[in-house]
T-cell receptor
């Protein structure tokens, strides 16, 4: 079992739909990161969470430390949101362990 | 704003040769940088932690003599893939934390193809 599990692996949505991507982890962490990877490979950090909830534009990330679970929500999805979304947990020394990613495709 | 720049973006080399990839932090100093590798349709895997002024810390299974890491300054870390083999073909990406804002920045990544 991987230390970081994401679901779903693939997600196809219609423009405007509300999207949720889930992440569960099994180790003690200092923080959890949500990342976005575009087809060319470049990675952008979306959120870093250690508790509660954060919002940036149409993106919302939540974390439940007791349940070792985090969710990334996208409201009013748009084709430009199509990318791979990666959950990564941070342990000692700023080391990151990554989930396998969720491929999101938003169709117009 | 803070950025991590990685070069080259794409490189093709012959088997047996060495390839150097650079990772620079712009506008901030990074005492620690991280090198990751990603094979197609797989998750990113940490290869090593690059420490400024000292030896890198390698993850289990990563050959330190094959993947040479040098972190000679607070803004530059290099990864050299020595005696490259086709199985080293992969996407290599670095990251660094900007301690001022506690944000992790990733380089653009480097696609290595060994022929």
């Amino acid at each position: 079992k991987n230390e970081v599990e994401q679901s779903p692996q693939n997600l196809t949505a219609q423009e405007g739909e509300f999207i949720t991507i889930n992440c569960s982890y099994s180790v003690g962490i200092s923080a959890l990161h949500w990342l976005q990877q575009h087809p060319g490979g470049g990675i952008v950090s979306l959120f870093m969470l250690s508790s509660g909830k954060k919002k940036h534009g149409r993106l919302i990330a939540t974390i439940n430390i007791q349940e070792k679970h985090s969710s990334l929500h996208i409201t009013a999805s748009h084709p430009r949101d199509s990318a791979v979304y990666i959950c990564a947990v941070e342990t000692s020394g700023s080391r990151l362990t990554f989930g396998e990613g969720t491929q999101l495709t938003v169709n117009p | 704003g803070a950025v991590v720049s990685q070069h080259p973006s794409w490189v093709i080399c012959k088997s047996g040769t060495s390839v150097k990839i650079e990772c620079r932090s712009l506008d901030f100093q990074a005492t620690t940088m991280f090198w990751y590798r990603q094979f197609p349709k797989q998750s990113l895997m940490l290869m090593a932690t690059s420490n400024e002024g000292s030896k890198a810390t390698y993850e289990q299974g990563v050959e330190k003599d094959k993947f040479l890491i040098n972190h000679a300054s607070l803004t530059l870390s290099t990864l050299t893939v020595t005696s490259a083999h086709p199985e080293d073909s992969s996407f290599y990406i670095c990251s660094a934390r900007d301690s001022r804002g506690n944000t992790i920045y990733f380089g653009e990544g480097s696609w290595l193809t060994v022929v």
